[in-house]
């Protein structure tokens, strides 16, 4: 039997809608399904402590394909608190969401997925304990992301092009690509204005780019590339003969599109041959980018947020296979330990804190790129990843023959700009490279709502509903116990280990 809900023109009081998008569409993707019903059973979990009794009745919604989902934790049909749709959800949603006083859903941004559903339960004023749609937007293409965060905090440089007939962009993808792959760049350090890069890029008439220019920290090439809204450089990068910029041998460009989850559709960039691929993943008119390939560890942080203030719950590993012919999130590990956990914590809580609007259970993405003076013996622990430890022997950290006026002059362009870290010793220790922000509940919210010494999804209604200040949040001790998890995808289901 099949239950449906016509919307009546009253709300119940302090009713509460919760559903995952995949589970409540009936969508039985292989790629993302296991962490969808690992992630929705979590939060059906935590919410299953609430009762008419607190004042909240939780109403949960579920496609007939899924329909066992949220058994174990009380939710059927029999006792009234389970919605077994078979249609499609958006309309449903619009149909009867304004029958509910509130909502918290799990979705992704895919196709713009977090976004829409947001916009539409929004406009049925319906609060959200979530991430409010102008947030939601900016965090859901990682071009607008990255150009509101440049001045912030670091991360890796990022073009964006369209895919068009003209294949401009793959001449200047072929451009970036040849030049750091240059083996004997040398100094150039005769400028007739050091702070006028402008004759580094030859450049349309009509164009003028030199007042956009960052000056680059010490010998990063994608520095110089801040980039207006309105413009695509594509016809832009056509790269000069010299440098002032030191190259590695090994430089890779990573290829992403700009709405996209879970390693979703990625290309690694080593030669020609690889740019010929882009094409043929990426239909015309698609909008990509490319960035610089970080070699490090790849990281995350779990936290919570009221809309101004983010607390860091956790610092997580995440595994990540990444070949020419595969790439894919396979699972991750925490909460994690890490030299540098208190710095990671501070850069993904003020990014976080620097877009306001994002509420709720939240992650951020970065990468700690390894120097030469670090120990990479614990690196990459899932095989056959090992084999990027042999990546940071050859990497050149500094240009030591960089002119010393140029270079102080960079460091004071660039204090606010680079996150860079050092040793006792002031040595180079580590760059921590920020990624994106999934202004949503993200997987390892799976692992920390069994080792949380509270209840998480409880905790982020009563935040949001001003029950609880965020700083309650911040002074819990301890705020899971010892154990560690660790959680790998596994076809439909997510393997979780605790420790």
Same mark, same amino acid.
């Given at each position: 039997?099949?239950?449906?809900?016509?919307?009546?023109?009253?709300?119940?009081?302090?009713?509460?809608?919760?559903?995952?998008?995949?589970?409540?569409?009936?969508?039985?993707?292989?790629?993302?399904?296991?962490?969808?019903?690992?992630?929705?059973?979590?939060?059906?979990?935590?919410?299953?402590?609430?009762?008419?009794?607190?004042?909240?009745?939780?109403?949960?919604?579920?496609?007939?394909?899924?329909?066992?989902?949220?058994?174990?934790?009380?939710?059927?049909?029999?006792?009234?608190?389970?919605?077994?749709?078979?249609?499609?959800?958006?309309?449903?949603?619009?149909?009867?969401?304004?029958?509910?006083?509130?909502?918290?859903?799990?979705?992704?941004?895919?196709?713009?997925?977090?976004?829409?559903?947001?916009?539409?339960?929004?406009?049925?004023?319906?609060?959200?304990?979530?991430?409010?749609?102008?947030?939601?937007?900016?965090?859901?293409?990682?071009?607008?992301?990255?150009?509101?965060?440049?001045?912030?905090?670091?991360?890796?440089?990022?073009?964006?092009?369209?895919?068009?007939?003209?294949?401009?962009?793959?001449?200047?993808?072929?451009?970036?690509?040849?030049?750091?792959?240059?083996?004997?760049?040398?100094?150039?350090?005769?400028?007739?204005?050091?702070?006028?890069?402008?004759?580094?890029?030859?450049?349309?008439?009509?164009?003028?780019?030199?007042?956009?220019?960052?000056?680059?920290?010490?010998?990063?090439?994608?520095?110089?590339?801040?980039?207006?809204?309105?413009?695509?450089?594509?016809?832009?990068?056509?790269?000069?003969?010299?440098?002032?910029?030191?190259?590695?041998?090994?430089?890779?460009?990573?290829?992403?599109?700009?709405?996209?989850?879970?390693?979703?559709?990625?290309?690694?960039?080593?030669?020609?041959?690889?740019?010929?691929?882009?094409?043929?993943?990426?239909?015309?008119?698609?909008?990509?980018?490319?960035?610089?390939?970080?070699?490090?560890?790849?990281?995350?942080?779990?936290?919570?947020?009221?809309?101004?203030?983010?607390?860091?719950?956790?610092?997580?590993?995440?595994?990540?296979?990444?070949?020419?012919?595969?790439?894919?999130?396979?699972?991750?590990?925490?909460?994690?330990?890490?030299?540098?956990?208190?710095?990671?914590?501070?850069?993904?809580?003020?990014?976080?804190?620097?877009?306001?609007?994002?509420?709720?259970?939240?992650?951020?993405?970065?990468?700690?790129?390894?120097?030469?003076?670090?120990?990479?013996?614990?690196?990459?622990?899932?095989?056959?990843? #090992? !084999?990027? $430890? &042999?990546?940071? *022997? %050859? /990497?050149?950290?500094?240009?030591? @023959?960089? +002119? =010393?006026?140029?270079? #102080? !002059?960079? $460091? &004071?362009?660039? *204090? %606010? /700009?680079?996150?860079?870290?050092? @040793?006792? +010793? =002031?040595?180079?220790?580590?760059?921590?490279?920020?990624?994106?922000? %999934?202004?949503?509940?993200?997987?390892?919210?799976?692992?920390?709502?069994?080792?949380?010494?509270?209840?998480?999804?409880?905790?982020?209604?009563?935040?949001?509903?001003?029950?609880?200040?965020?700083?309650?949040?911040?002074?819990?001790?301890?705020?899971?116990?010892?154990?560690?998890?660790?959680?790998?995808?596994?076809?439909?289901?997510?393997?979780?280990?605790?420790?």
């Amino acid at each position: 039997m099949v239950i449906s809900m016509v919307a009546d023109n009253s709300k119940k009081i302090d009713s509460v809608l919760v559903f995952e998008y995949y589970t409540a569409s009936g969508i039985n993707d292989f790629k993302i399904i296991s962490e969808a019903v690992a992630l929705i059973e979590s939060l059906l979990e935590d919410l299953s402590s609430f009762s008419s009794d607190n004042g909240k009745n939780i109403n949960f919604l579920v496609s007939k394909d899924f329909k066992d989902i949220g058994n174990s934790y009380g939710f059927s049909k029999e006792n009234g608190n389970k919605i077994i749709i078979d249609t499609n959800l958006e309309d449903w949603l619009d149909k009867n969401v304004s029958s509910f006083n509130s909502c918290i859903f799990i979705s992704a941004e895919e196709n713009m997925n977090l976004y829409n559903l947001t916009r539409l339960i929004e406009k049925n004023d319906v609060k959200i304990y979530g991430s409010d749609s102008n947030s939601t937007f900016l965090c859901s293409n990682k071009y607008n992301t990255f150009k509101h965060l440049q001045s912030i905090i670091n991360q890796p440089k990022t073009l964006k092009f369209t895919i068009s007939n003209d294949n401009q962009w793959e001449k200047s993808i072929k451009n970036l690509l040849e030049f750091f792959n240059k083996p004997n760049l040398h100094d150039k350090t005769d400028f007739a204005n050091e702070n006028d890069l402008s004759d580094l890029l030859i450049l349309p008439d009509e164009n003028d780019l030199s007042d956009l220019l960052i000056l680059p920290d010490e010998n990063d090439l994608s520095d110089l590339l801040i980039l207006p809204d309105e413009n695509d450089l594509s016809d832009l990068l056509i790269l000069p003969d010299e440098n002032i910029f030191h190259n590695q041998n090994d430089f890779k460009l990573i290829v992403k599109p700009l709405y996209g989850v879970d390693c979703q559709d990625i290309i690694i960039i080593s030669n020609e041959e690889d740019i010929a691929r882009i094409s043929e993943i990426y239909p015309k008119n698609s909008e990509i980018l490319v960035q610089e390939f970080i070699y490090g560890e790849n990281l995350s942080v779990s936290l919570i947020s009221d809309g101004n203030t983010a607390i860091p719950l956790s610092l997580n590993k995440q595994y990540i296979e990444i070949t020419k012919e595969n790439q894919q999130y396979l699972g991750g590990e925490l909460p994690y330990n890490h030299p540098l956990k208190d710095t990671i914590f501070s850069i993904a809580k003020k990014a976080v804190e620097n877009i306001k609007g994002i509420k709720g259970f939240v992650g951020v993405d970065l990468i700690v790129k390894k120097s030469n003076n670090f120990d990479n013996s614990n690196y990459n622990i899932i095989k056959p990843f #090992n !084999n990027y $430890n &042999n990546n940071y *022997n %050859n /990497y050149n950290i500094f240009n030591n @023959n960089i +002119n =010393n006026n140029y270079k #102080n !002059n960079i $460091n &004071n362009k660039n *204090n %606010n /700009y680079k996150n860079k870290f050092y @040793n006792k +010793n =002031n040595s180079f220790y580590d760059d921590i490279y920020f990624l994106e922000i %999934n202004s949503r509940f993200t997987t390892p919210y799976v692992g920390l709502s069994k080792i949380a010494k509270f209840n998480i999804g409880k905790t982020i209604i009563e935040l949001l509903d001003n029950k609880i200040d965020i700083d309650s949040i911040d002074n819990i001790e301890n705020i899971y116990s010892g154990n560690i998890v660790k959680f790998r995808k596994n076809e439909q289901y997510l393997d979780i280990e605790i420790i």
